[in-house]
């Protein structure tokens, strides 16, 4: 099997184990204390060190890894697999992978402004990462490349509203995870699907 070959299907493999951070917020959320949503808290507040009597994350640290650790999956896995996602798409995806690396390293409420700093480039640049793999696969792949046009416009949508709504918002956690939850499977999809290519 050529190197390229092997490479891409080592990309491929990192980028479908990533839908599995899923898990990592569903674990982190059942061991808060004082009332946690998925629907109103954003993902980050999981993350958060300090512990109050109104709300507490104890599993801050496995949040906190799972940024960090996913990430490098995300930026290694579209390295790995640039031959077949193009350049464009790829330095998205590592710039993204490097954010969440980031988020993860400046927790909410140690860090607040530089944890908006580091997570803003994962908004920005994943659903331009989707638009750009359904262009470049849109003779090669017509339905995947539809999917993840779609999925980028949703994504995208998503991210804008999350940032308009604020934390305060009834709905700002929905709307982070919508922005957040499809790219994981559709970068998968994609990396998968073009590995032997």
Known sequence: MPVTSTAARLGALALL???TYIATEVVTAAATTGGYSFLADSVSKL???????AY???????????FIGYGALLAGGAALSARTMGPVATGLLVVSGLSSVATGLAPLDQEATLHAIAATPLFVAQPLALLALGHRL?????????????????????????IVSGEDSAVSGGLERLALW???FGVGAAAWANRDE
């Open 138 to 162: 849109k003779h090669r792949r017509p339905w995947l490349a539809r999917a993840l046009a779609a999925t980028g416009v949703v994504t995208a949508a998503a991210a804008i509203g999350f």
């Open 56 to 66: 507490c994350s104890p599993r801050h640290e496995v949040m906190n890894g799972s």
């Open 47 to 53: 993350g958060e060190v300090g512990c109050a009597a």
């Open 182 to 184: 499809p790219v994981l």
């Open 17 to 19: 184990v990533r839908p």
